[in-house]
Nanobody, 114 residues
Framework: VQLQASGGGLVQPGGSLRLSCAAS????????MGWYRQASGNQRELVAR???????NYADSVKGRFTISRDNAKNTMYLQMDGLKSEDTAVYYC?????????WGQGTQVTVSR
C-alpha cells in the first residue's frame, strides 16, 4: 500500500484547510485509515481515523472542528480542518492499518500562524 498526502500549508488562526491522502496498491488489505500529527518536540499523536465500516473517532482536541471522510471510488481519505488553532501546527501523516502491518505516507506541514 502506498499513501500520498497533500494539502498542507500556512493558514491564519480560525482558517480552514483540507488534507488529502490517496491510497494505491493492495488497498483491499486496509481496515482503517487515519491522520496523525507530530509537532516539533512532541510524539506523534492520533488526530482522527475512519474504519472500513465508516465509523470514525477523533482526538478530543479536534472534536467539532475536524472531519475525516473518504471517497472509496477515488481511494482517497480527507481531513477537513476548520477553526484551526496555533496548537494544530504540526506535520500531518496519513496512515493505513491492515492485519499486522501499518503503512505511512509522507508528512505534510500544517502551520497555523498570523
Amino acid at each position: 500500500v502506498q499513501l500520498q498526502a497533500s494539502g498542507g500549508g500556512l493558514v491564519q488562526p480560525g482558517g480552514s484547510l483540507r488534507l488529502s491522502c490517496a491510497a494505491s496498491g493492495s488497498i483491499f488489505r486496509i481496515l482503517v485509515m487515519g491522520w496523525y500529527r507530530q509537532a516539533s518536540g512532541n510524539q506523534r499523536e492520533l488526530v482522527a481515523r475512519i474504519f472500513s465500516s465508516g465509523n470514525t473517532n477523533y482526538a478530543d482536541s479536534v472534536k467539532g472542528r475536524f472531519t475525516i471522510s473518504r471517497d472509496n471510488a477515488k481511494n482517497t481519505m480527507y481531513l477537513q480542518m476548520d477553526g484551526l488553532k496555533s496548537e494544530d501546527t504540526a506535520v500531518y501523516y496519513c496512515n493505513a492499518g491492515a492485519v499486522a502491518q501499518d503503512y505511512w505516507g509522507q508528512g505534510t506541514q500544517v502551520t497555523v500562524s498570523r
